[in-house]
């Protein structure tokens, strides 16, 4: 008797690990390894979640209209060309699905979010990771390697875990480059961190053909990561493809209304935005102070780099900070083994975590 047959790539897929949240023996656990909002989400998202619970008898409404209209209304986008999904990694795999193939190809940069890899392998396509210059993506680079396989661009602006970015100028030759029948997707998971005169997100890109989506999440800024929300700018050929693709019921009532609610507080999203710059700004300040390497970053979260020396290194700044029940982001998988990578939390666990860097370097 055969046993069952798997589809050709899929064994090869390192299952994504998130980030841990506990320490054995610790009760306290300062957690910085997942890129959550420091200030969790908006009280009037926590409420209009609590208020769904008496409809959890209904399905939601599969088409998510009503916060595909506020999305649309607060970004100044057309609703109809927003796909919304659990979480923008649903999105990034539904494109995946709907674009390419065995025999294909999915192009991203070297340090880019890993679910791009693990979207590719998942449908039999193969991933090509472009090199990075200054671990910032390269459109020369991902250029190059373009051929006549590639299917799906992605490129992470700002790039997870690097922080850094693309200007709009060079996501823009990015995109004039690109055969017309390769999709260019723009993950734009930490935009709304973003205060520099030179970035956009995308959405003028995506405005201006068929071959370029812009992927959105709730799960930074607005701090909704448990309720698994995204959505997808797309041209309007891609928006139908998607909501063909996607399960009919694929976001929650819960999500939908906490999403909506998050939307209509500015105030709370502003005092989310502030406090990151000021603790992004005097956390990198801090370790660059102690000696080591951090790239500018413009999300929420630093790359830490440490000395390749024994005792010194990244696994045993990784393990010291355990015993003392801070948890960050070791980033090895990324090719990155001589960093960590750190969330902006809240002022006593950012102080927390200097304090004890500071004490592991001498």
């Excluded at 607060?74 to 494109?95: F, M, N, Q, T």
């Excluded at 390419?100 to 590719?120: K, R």
Aim: aromatic fraction near 6%; include cysteine.
């Amino acid at each position: 008797m055969n046993g069952l047959s798997v589809r050709p790539g899929i064994m090869e897929i390192t299952p994504y690990v998130g980030g841990d949240a506990d320490v054995a023996g610790v009760e306290r656990v300062i957690k910085l390894a997942s890129n959550e909002g420091a200030l969790g989400p908006s009280p009037k998202a926590v409420a209009a979640y609590g208020d769904a619970a008496a409809s959890l008898h209904r399905y939601p409404d599969g088409s998510a209209e009503d916060l595909r209209k506020a999305l649309g209304s607060h970004h100044g986008l057309d609703p109809a060309r927003i796909v919304c999904g659990a979480g923008s990694d649903e999105l990034i795999g539904l494109l995946c699905r709907a674009y390419a193939g065995p025999g294909d190809e999915v192009l991203h940069s070297e340090h880019g979010f890993l679910m791009y890899p693990i979207a590719a392998r998942t449908v039999g396509a193969t991933p090509v990771a472009a090199p990075e210059t200054d671990l910032t993506t390269d459109v020369d680079a991902l250029l190059g390697k373009v051929t006549a396989r590639t299917r799906i661009v992605f490129v992470a602006n700002p790039n997870n875990p690097t922080g850094t970015y693309l200007p709009a100028a060079e996501v823009a030759r990015l995109r004039a480059g690109l055969p017309a029948d390769v999709l260019l997707v723009l993950d734009a998971a930490y935009a709304e961190y973003v205060s520099r005169d030179d970035y956009a997100p995308g959405s003028e890109l995506v405005d201006g053909g068929e071959n370029v989506v812009m992927t959105r999440t709730f799960s930074k800024l607005y701090a909704l990561g448990g309720v698994r929300l995204g959505w997808a700018y797309c041209p309007p050929v891609v928006a139908d493809v998607l909501s063909r693709a996607r399960n009919p019921f694929n976001v929650s009532a819960p999500a939908q209304a906490a999403g909506r609610a998050a939307l209509a507080d500015a105030a709370f999203a502003e005092r989310s935005r502030r406090h990151n710059d000021t603790w992004l700004a005097w956390f990198t300040g801090q370790m660059r102070d102690l000696g080591l390497e951090v790239p500018t970053s413009i999300g929420n979260f630093v790359l830490v780099r440490f000395p390749d020396r024994p005792g010194l290194d990244a696994e045993a700044a990784d393990a010291f900070l355990r015993l003392r029940g801070i948890i960050t982001r070791r980033m090895a998988g990324y090719g990155l083994a001589d960093s960590m990578r750190i969330t902006i939390g809240l002022e006593d666990e950012m102080r927390a975590v200097a304090a004890a860097l500071k004490e592991f370097l001498g």
